[in-house]
């Protein structure tokens, strides 16, 4: 039985053309350069190396220049989000017809998480938001943190449906027998159960999975 659906947030529930998360990119790295002092040569080289290494650039800063990640949030996150995205219709109405109930699953924060629901207009439907604190600031993909949202939810692998725009945080979800949904990305990787083009199609995936277990 499915008993949740867990949502990435950033470039899942808003299409990655919007341009938001170019722009905490950018804030990402005028932190380094402008918080720690760092010639942009290096920022790129550090980010690269920190995603590839710890899953996020903010737990590779916690970890080799003991960042504060509360400032490096608020930071981060003090973006103008109306400019970027506004309310989704269609999303809206695909997240009504589905009763499995829905859950953010996000390595940002819950300020930043709570201000994309509610101008996509739908905050109405997610009665839990796991943010990276609940995470303990570790990241997806690391599989602690998955065992830790599913140690939240009280769930079992098998009783859950994941959504991201990435495939690589959706394998250790597969790992650990979530369902994983790929979303705006061919990359279908093997542990790619369904890719849709946006997330106002998870209703069509929710219909699938029903059909079968009939």
């Not at 990119?25 to 040569?41: D, H, N, Q």
Request: charged letters at 30%.
């Amino acid at each position: 039985m499915m008993r949740y659906i867990l949502f990435d947030l950033d470039e899942t529930l808003y299409p990655r053309e919007s341009g938001l998360m170019q722009e905490i990119s950018r804030r990402i790295s005028l932190y380094m350069e402008e918080k720690l002092g760092l010639e942009p040569s290096l920022v790129k080289r550090l980010r690269n190396e920190y995603y590839t290494r710890y899953g996020t650039t903010m737990m590779g800063l916690m970890v080799n220049y003991g960042i504060d990640p509360e400032d490096y949030l608020a930071y981060v996150h003090d973006i103008p989000l109306e400019d970027y995205i506004g309310p989704d219709r269609e999303l809206n109405t695909a997240l009504e017809g589905i009763e499995t109930e829905k859950v953010v699953f996000t390595n940002a924060s819950m300020e930043h998480a709570q201000r994309v629901l509610r101008i996509l207009g739908i905050e109405h439907h997610f009665k839990h938001i796991i943010d990276i604190r609940d995470l303990g600031y570790l990241s997806k993909p690391n599989l602690g943190a998955y065992q830790r949202a599913l140690e939240i939810l009280n769930a079992k692998g098998r009783e859950c449906l994941i959504v991201d725009d990435n495939a690589r945080n959706l394998m250790p979800a597969k790992e650990l027998g979530m369902t994983t949904v790929l979303v705006g990305s061919s990359d279908k990787a093997w542990w790619v159960d369904f890719a849709i083009d946006r997330a106002a199609e998870i209703d069509e995936v929710v219909e699938k999975l029903k059909m079968v277990t009939q």
